[in-house]
């Protein structure tokens, strides 16, 4: 594909500023150079920081219908070019264009969510007299924004994730200071843009590219930043926390999402539900489904139509319409991926589909007899690789999905209510999903994990809860 290599800079306190060096962004599918992109400097992110300082009074004085029609007119002008949006997040991420264009979709819902929200963040009255001493007394609650936030993005959802960090801090009256990640930036920018012109005051939102030693530590530490919302690795999520003092820090780190299927549940109704599940945008997805344990009296059969559907499934360039799975991230990626198939071939497993490279591809791959510590099963392999393994019972496979460092979302297929109410007590996840993958996700819910997923919650209303502090205040009537 022939592709104009553009020329990206700085978006600081409403300008747009030359970058003082710039490195390539490269295609994950062609490996062509798409883009030029700034690499900010320390005394970039810091004016960067300093302009959404500077701006957070006027972000906080800003009555909410006005916050919400700003949110509106993005909203509004996303939808004029979401055929754009799309392509660049192709093109950016090799996002095969159908799902990228379901990610614009979704970015469209998540932004016209926050402008709902921001007209109604509300606090309480509290009856003081409830307690003795609080005799005419009352008091309410309010909430108020917490300031500046450092939003740091990944590649694998570079506009909604965006959506879900810009959405709710400017729906709540905060500024941002942006990071996206590095191989996802066009999009960042492009939004940045729709802000501008719908009447976001200078300095309210800023992004900065570069590296995370650079730009992400700069965020993460400096004292004028009230709150770090981050969405990656569990490593670098660690390493945030740990050096964020007393931030307020939202992490959302990931997982190795299952799903149970019982013996008495229609196959041929949810293999098609579950191969999406487990290759949609090549596995790269934080709840994609990575671990399948099927009742011992329905596996053969599930694992023939699994393997079956899934060998209909097209690799190829992510603009053509007709693909399904497309380039891994980064050719190291593909090489990591089947680095952890040969372990589990060592180990024993068995590779049923797939297990091989096309370019920068990896073909979609499932692996039967897999032992828990095997990395394809105990790790997050983002990546086209899902594991189909058998269980005596569904006692037996609520205690293999909880063997997990991660705990983000999982999935059960029954038809027993007993069957169901029980994993949804004893799945030690954020989220349990009911006869669905746990891949599922719509952008109002709250979205969150335990364990090495994360803590704090997503979901406009429920981020709007993260970003902002809760004042109280009492009248005296006496």
């Known amino acids: 594909m022939s592709i104009a290599v553009q020329k990206?800079?700085?978006?600081?306190?409403?300008?747009?500023?030359?970058?003082?060096?710039?490195?390539?962004?490269?295609?994950?599918?062609?490996?062509?150079?798409?883009?030029?992109?700034?690499?900010?400097?320390?005394?970039?992110v810091d004016e960067a920081i300093a302009a959404a300082y500077a701006a957070r009074q006027t972000m906080a004085a800003m009555p909410a219908h006005e916050r919400a029609a700003i949110l509106e007119r993005v909203v509004e002008q996303l939808k004029a070019r979401q055929e754009e949006a799309a392509?660049?997040?192709?093109?950016?991420?090799?996002?095969?264009?159908?799902?990228?264009?379901?990610?614009?979709a979704r970015t469209i819902q998540t932004y016209k969510f926050a402008a709902e929200e921001a007209k109604r963040i509300h606090g309480e009255?509290?009856?003081?007299?409830?307690?003795?001493?609080?005799?005419?007394?009352?008091?309410?609650?309010?909430?108020?924004?917490?300031?500046?936030?450092?939003?740091?993005?990944?590649?694998?959802?570079?506009?909604?994730?965006?959506?879900?960090?810009?959405?709710?801090?400017?729906?709540?009256g905060n500024t941002v200071v942006l990071k996206?990640?590095?191989?996802?930036?066009?999009?960042?920018?492009?939004?940045?843009?729709?802000?501008?012109?719908?009447?976001?005051?200078?300095?309210?939102?800023?992004?900065?590219?570069?590296?995370?030693?650079?730009?992400?530590?700069?965020?993460?530490?400096?004292?004028?930043?009230?709150m770090i919302t981050f969405t990656g690795s569990p490593e670098v999520g660690i390493a945030i926390r740990n050096k964020a003092g007393l931030k307020r820090v939202t992490l959302e780190l990931g997982?190795?999402?299952?799903?149970?299927?019982?013996?008495?549940?229609?196959?041929?109704?949810?293999?098609?539900r579950c191969v999406f599940g487990a290759f949609t945008f090549q596995g790269q997805v934080c709840i994609s489904l990575q671990r399948i344990y099927v009742h011992e009296n329905r596996y053969d059969e599930f694992v023939e139509k699994f393997v079956a559907a899934a060998k209909q499934l097209k690799t190829g360039d992510p603009l053509d319409p007709t693909t399904d799975v497309s380039a891994l991230i980064t050719p190291n990626d593909v090489d990591r991926a089947l680095s952890w198939i040969e372990e589990a071939k060592q180990g024993g497993a068995n590779v049923v589909l797939g297990g091989e490279r096309d370019?920068?591809?990896?073909?979609?791959?499932?692996?039967?007899?897999?032992?828990?510590?095997?990395?394809?099963?105990?790790?997050?392999?983002?990546?086209?690789?899902?594991?189909?393994?058998?269980?005596?019972s569904i006692d037996e496979a609520i205690e293999l999905v909880n063997?997990?460092?991660?705990?983000?979302?999982?999935?059960?297929?029954?038809?027993?209510?007993?069957?169901?109410?029980?994993?949804?007590?004893?799945?030690?996840?954020?989220?349990?999903?009911?006869?669905?993958?746990?891949?599922?996700?719509?952008d109002h819910m709250p979205y969150g994990g335990v364990k090495e997923s994360g803590f704090g919650r997503e979901g406009v209303r429920y981020a709007i809860e993260e970003m902002t502090e809760l004042k109280l205040i009492i009248f005296n009537q006496n």
């Open 255 to 272: 997982s190795n999402s299952a799903v149970i299927v019982d013996e008495q549940v229609d196959l041929d109704r949810i293999i098609p």
């Open 87 to 104: 392509r660049l997040i192709a093109l950016e991420a090799a996002k095969p264009i159908i799902t990228a264009k379901g990610e614009v």
């Open 125 to 172: 009255t509290l009856p003081l007299d409830a307690a003795p001493g609080g005799e005419h007394r009352i008091a309410l609650t309010v909430r108020e924004p917490i300031g500046v936030i450092g939003a740091i993005t990944p590649f694998n959802f570079p506009m909604n994730l965006v959506a879900h960090k810009l959405g709710p801090a400017i729906a709540s």
């Open 403 to 442: 063997d997990s460092r991660y705990g983000l979302q999982a999935g059960i297929y029954t038809d027993n209510v007993h069957t169901a109410w029980k994993a949804a007590k004893q799945l030690h996840v954020g989220g349990v999903l009911i006869n669905d993958i746990p891949t599922f996700r719509v």
């Open 8 to 44: 990206q800079k700085l978006y600081i306190n409403g300008e747009w500023r030359e970058g003082k060096s710039y490195t390539e962004l490269k295609s994950p599918y062609s490996r062509e150079t798409i883009a030029e992109i700034p690499a900010a400097s320390e005394e970039e």
């Open 180 to 226: 996206p990640a590095s191989q996802t930036p066009l999009s960042a920018y492009f939004i940045a843009e729709l802000f501008e012109k719908a009447g976001l005051p200078k300095g309210a939102l800023n992004v900065v590219t570069g590296s995370g030693r650079t730009v992400g530590d700069k965020i993460v530490t400096d004292p004028r930043i009230s």
């Open 359 to 392: 370019g920068n591809i990896l073909l979609p791959t499932v692996i039967v007899d897999a032992e828990p510590t095997m990395k394809v099963s105990c790790q997050e392999v983002f990546a086209p690789i899902v594991l189909i393994n058998r269980v005596r």
